[in-house]
């Protein structure tokens, strides 16, 4: 049965603070297991930073409605795997007669942004909107998955809109402090860091780091964690460190560092760095094996912000999914004259066709060639919304994306 337009079928949810601390655990850990997009990513620092928040937030969320759900007695089971493991925290429902697997997708609404095109959110705008499929984008709430995703094994979804400051560019308005850094994979060092783990340690070899502060006068006595892998699993320290090198070793690789408030504020207020280099190794180093240097600006506060806040709207199984979404129009940017509304994607382009072809979701173009339940890359919606008239480049999806509405979905209480 559709999720009927009532404002009580949404779980309005502020996850704990032992979420959020487990979230950013995750994220300094996963990040280079993940998904083989990173594979891409890996040499693009925003792309990494963005994942990583995706990581936290996810974690975050799916222990959230882990949680009510269960406080709700609904049946379910938690199966967590290793971090290296994509998917690893997954929600079994062993009692269910249409699924198995409940993948859980989150999109974030940031509050400090003041976009004219969009009122205030609320559940009751959410459950206003819950069939509007367009044109404006300011009340359009598409629940998304990625194009190239839609091919993974999912049997059915869950999907939330989370609320908050915009937590990517600052390190407060959080109840404490997760500071991670990780691996600069623009250099062939930080490549070597975080590559070949695996078969690394079937062959038992490994290397060693060096840590040091560096600048007009270094400071004494502050750490740095540095998360590594060895022999399957976490290997990591607090080392102190100084003007003087220290070391830590033997590892395959390394997920990421951290450091604690007042070693970022040093870093923050001095010319003052952590270098990090290899000194010793079982492999042959690149050719370029310069230290990386990290400032303050490279630490990310994983930990989720204090004012955040998830709906939770409904469920979905994937073939309910598709059919659904092939009932709803395609659509594309904005144009400078209508800024506020997407336009009908009705023919596709031969880049496109390939694209749909690529990942088998063809189903969402009919025979005369209209796009079905698709937004193109640079369309927009509300969590996604378009903020330069002038330049039609800022803001919208970052990629292609498939598409059904609140409408569609079926309420949580029905698991």
């Known amino acids: ?35 083989d997009r990173m594979k891409q990513e890996r040499r693009n620092s925003r792309a990494k930073r963005n994942r990583a928040f995706n990581i936290s937030k996810g974690l975050v969320a799916q222990r959230a409605l882990r949680r009510e759900l269960e406080n709700r007695d609904i049946d379910l089971e938690v199966e967590e795997k290793s971090h290296r493991v994509t998917d690893s925290y997954d929600l079994r429902f062993p009692s269910h007669s249409e699924f198995n697997d409940l993948d859980v997708k989150t999109f974030n609404h940031f509050t400090n942004y003041g976009v004219r095109e ?19 984008w300011g009340h359009f709430f598409p629940l998304l998955i990625p194009y190239d995703q839609f091919s993974q094994n999912k049997d ?73 892998e060895w022999n399957g699993h976490i290997k990591e320290k607090w080392i102190s460190i100084g003007e003087k090198q220290e070391t830590f070793g033997k590892i395959a690789g390394v997920d990421s560092f951290k450091i604690k408030k007042d070693t970022y504020q040093i870093l923050d207020r001095t010319d003052t760095e952590i270098s990090v280099e290899v000194i010793a190794s079982d492999m042959d180093l690149p050719i370029k094996n310069t230290p990386l240097r990290y400032s303050a600006e490279d630490f ?100 292609t994306n498939l598409y059904v509405l609140p409408g569609d979905l079926r309420a949580l209480d029905d698991l």
């Open 300 to 399: 990310y506060n994983l930990l989720m912000p204090t004012d955040f806040t998830i709906y939770f709207i409904g469920w979905i199984t994937k073939p309910e999914f598709q059919q659904r979404a092939m009932e709803h129009p395609g659509w594309k940017k904005p144009s400078k004259k209508q800024f506020t509304q997407n336009q009908k994607w009705e023919s596709m382009s031969s880049s496109d066709k390939r694209l749909f072809s690529s990942k088998n979701i063809d189903w969402a173009v009919t025979d005369d060639g209209t796009v079905r339940g698709a937004l193109r890359k640079n369309s927009s919606c509300y969590y996604y919304p378009k903020i330069n008239r002038q330049n039609l480049k800022y803001g919208g999806l970052q990629k």
């Open 118 to 136: 969009k009122p205030q959110l609320t559940p009751k705008l959410i459950a206003e909107n819950f069939d509007y499929e367009g044109p404006k």
């Open 156 to 228: 059915a979804y869950c999907f939330g809109i989370s609320s908050s400051i915009d937590y990517r560019d600052q390190i407060t308005g959080r109840s404490g402090y997760e500071l991670y850094a990780y691996p600069d994979t623009d250099k062939q060092i930080g490549q070597f860091l975080v590559e070949d783990i695996e078969s690394r340690e079937s062959a038992n070899v490994g290397f060693t780091l060096g840590l040091q502060f560096t600048g007009d006068d270094p400071p004494e006595g502050h750490k740095v964690k540095v998360i590594g």
């Open 1 to 35: 049965m559709p999720l009927p337009d009532n404002v009580d079928q949404i779980w309005e949810i502020q996850p704990n603070i032992e979420d959020k601390y487990l979230g950013a655990r995750y994220a300094g850990i996963s990040l280079f297991w993940t998904y």
